[in-house]
């Protein structure tokens, strides 16, 4: 099963999904925990380019393009595999998160995006998708106040682009139901790890 994260900045999903996946492991389930951009070396590298801080003038399609490139090698050399040996691969954003952030929030147009992407992935979708949802100002805050966190360069966007973020992600949701649980990601810790794990056990039940 290919499970995906997503959510605006600071939902905490990767906190979250922690809890998750140590009981998953208690029932005897193999997990495969990931991310994008990233989760091998060559998609790392491309990680690094994307989130600098200093790649101020990397133009939307330029970033739409690495993010595809960098999701390619991850599924070619990580997701494929472990999903092909019966494992479940957890993975922190996928698609989704390039549909949100360049088809809406940069303007490039989901559509326009989405092709990018089923050509990057062959048509590879994910078996569920969790969406944090978080209203971005609390989102950001939580980012403020978390000194361990790294701040990239889309962490330094205006409000605005957040809330497009968001908007796209709940498009997103309701384009696609039969894969999304949303999850109020505004919650305390402990009750967004225990709808996390619900909304996994019931999909792998199905």
Known sequence: ???????????????????????????????????????????????????????????????????????????????????????????????????????????????????????????TWPDLTLLFDIDPRLGLERIAKNSAREVNRLDLEKIDFHNKVRQTFLDLAARYPERFVIIDASQDRDKVAEDTLKAILDRLCK
């Open 1 to 123: 099963m290919f499970i995906t994260l997503e959510g605006p900045e600071g939902s905490g999903k990767t906190t979250a999904v922690e809890t998750a996946v140590n009981k998953l492991k208690e029932m005897g389930y193999e997990i495969v925990r990931t991310r994008e951009p990233g989760g091998t070396p060559i998609s790392e590298q491309i990680r690094n380019v994307i989130l600098d801080k200093e790649n101020t003038a990397m133009d939307p399609r330029t970033e739409a393009l690495l993010y595809a490139a960098s999701r390619r090698q991850h599924l070619v050399e990580k997701v494929w595999p472990a999903i092909k040996e019966g494992k479940i691969v957890i993975c922190d954003r996928y698609l989704d998160s390039s549909l949100a952030y360049q088809g809406g929030a940069r303007g490039l147009g989901v559509d326009n995006i989405l092709n990018i992407n089923l050509f990057a992935t062959e048509n």
